[in-house]
């Protein structure tokens, strides 16, 4: 009898211990609780059961992608020819290269990116201009005005540099040992038009002493609106990679710390969101489209701004 009572508390013992390790891995209760479950289709119990990752099974980059800041403007003359370097970057190598084209200047705002009769549509967004009135300001930056650009925010001699820079430095992140991965995983449901995403951020470096933090770049793939080439205004230009905002309102997006540290010694961040229509003319309301935006996800020192690793998803 006490055999039986041994083994039948060693079965009960095993299933809760194998239950909650499951439970923690799968549904971290500190991290549900910031997400607005209302975006999801149907229940949220079965959003758990069957949307929630399983990390392991899900593989992360071993190699170190790119991703080049680009600052421009709609009326900046000389920002259409450095935004097709940044292109060609990026179709040369699609799966690692990846471009942000932020609207904004030095001081946020400036000349270039107005919203006139003629350039009529408004690119910048609270984000955007707070990152440019930042950099601007940052002692040694080399940001001093549009165009200019950064990959990976890597000091050449300065972070930002013009855009015949932009070649090399992701060259150099390409080639460079990957200290930081990301896995990720985006959930959209077109019936709410909402997306969540998950993510699980390993340290492969303990050399990494600074505090590190993630962003997520919402970006609209492509519009055809006004730009200023050469001097010549130009009303069907093709403006790539927007940068509409950042995934959580936060510019420097969220601190890996404690709270979002799991016991596996790995971080976990999740958001849920609402995608918002394209952009349109002043005035206007933009269609909705999922298919033409994209999410970059970035894990960044919060001491020399560098970015260590970047990843993309899609909504559709």
Not at 10 to 28: H, Q
Not at 60 to 78: F, K, L, P, V
Not at 231 to 242: A, C, K, L, Q
């Given at each position: 009898?006490?055999?039986?009572?041994?083994?039948?508390l060693?079965?009960?013992?095993?299933?809760?211990?194998s239950?909650?390790?499951?439970?923690?891995?799968?549904?971290?209760?500190?991290?549900?609780?910031?997400?607005?479950?209302?975006?999801?289709?149907?229940?949220?119990?079965?959003?758990?059961?069957?949307?929630?990752?399983?990390?392991?099974?899900?593989?992360?980059?071993?190699?170190?992608?790119?991703?080049?800041?680009?600052?421009?403007?709609?009326?900046?003359?000389?920002?259409?020819?450095?935004?097709?370097?940044a292109?060609a970057?990026?179709?040369?190598?699609?799966?690692?290269?990846?471009?942000a084209?932020?609207?904004?200047?030095?001081?946020g705002?400036?000349?270039?990116?107005?919203?006139?009769?003629?350039?009529?549509?408004?690119?910048?967004?609270?984000n955007?201009?707070?990152?440019?009135?930042f950099?601007?300001?940052?002692?040694?930056?080399?940001?001093?005005?549009?165009?200019?650009?950064?990959?990976?925010?890597l000091?050449a001699?300065?972070?930002?540099y013009?855009?015949?820079?932009?070649g090399?430095?992701?060259?150099?992140?390409?080639a460079?040992?990957?200290k930081?991965?990301?896995?990720s995983?985006?959930?959209?449901?077109?019936?709410?038009?909402g997306?969540?995403?998950?993510?699980?951020?390993?340290?492969?470096?303990?050399?990494?002493?600074?505090?590190?933090?993630?962003?997520?770049?919402?970006?609209?793939?492509?519009?055809?609106?006004?730009?200023?080439?050469?001097?010549?205004?130009?009303?069907?230009?093709?403006?790539?990679?927007i940068?509409?905002?950042?995934?959580?309102?936060?510019?420097?997006?969220?601190?890996?710390?404690?709270?979002?540290?799991n016991?596996?010694?790995?971080?976990?961040?999740d958001?849920?969101?609402?995608?918002?229509?394209?952009?349109?003319?002043?005035?206007?309301?933009?269609?909705f489209d999922a298919s033409?935006?994209?999410?970059?996800?970035?894990?960044?020192?919060?001491?020399?701004?560098?970015?260590?690793?970047?990843?993309?998803?899609?909504?559709?």
């Amino acid at each position: 009898m006490k055999t039986k009572l041994f083994f039948g508390l060693l079965i009960l013992v095993s299933f809760i211990t194998s239950s909650c390790d499951k439970v923690e891995n799968i549904y971290s209760p500190a991290v549900i609780t910031a997400l607005d479950t209302t975006l999801y289709d149907g229940t949220w119990s079965e959003y758990l059961e069957n949307e929630w990752p399983d990390f392991a099974t899900l593989t992360a980059s071993s190699m170190r992608n790119a991703i080049i800041e680009d600052y421009t403007g709609h009326n900046c003359s000389n920002c259409p020819s450095a935004a097709s370097i940044a292109h060609a970057l990026h179709e040369a190598n699609p799966e690692r290269v990846f471009i942000a084209s932020v609207h904004s200047g030095p001081l946020g705002m400036s000349n270039f990116q107005q919203v006139t009769s003629q350039y009529n549509v408004d690119f910048t967004n609270s984000n955007s201009l707070e990152l440019g009135t930042f950099f601007g300001n940052l002692p040694g930056s080399g940001f001093l005005g549009n165009p200019s650009g950064t990959a990976n925010r890597l000091i050449a001699s300065t972070i930002f540099y013009p855009s015949a820079g932009w070649g090399p430095k992701s060259s150099e992140v390409l080639a460079s040992t990957l200290k930081v991965a990301i896995k990720s995983k985006l959930n959209y449901f077109a019936s709410t038009k909402g997306a969540f995403i998950h993510t699980e951020v390993e340290l492969l470096d303990a050399s990494i002493s600074n505090e590190l933090a993630m962003t997520v770049y919402l970006l609209q793939d492509s519009m055809v609106a006004p730009q200023n080439v050469s001097s010549i205004f130009t009303p069907n230009y093709v403006h790539r990679d927007i940068h509409r905002k950042n995934i959580s309102g936060q510019t420097f997006g969220r601190t890996l710390n404690a709270s979002v540290l799991n016991e596996n010694g790995r971080y976990y961040l999740d958001y849920s969101f609402v995608v918002p229509n394209q952009l349109a003319p002043a005035g206007g309301s933009g269609t909705f489209d999922a298919s033409n935006m994209h999410v970059l996800i970035y894990v960044f020192d919060k001491v020399t701004y560098e970015i260590y690793q970047v990843v993309k998803e899609k909504f559709i």
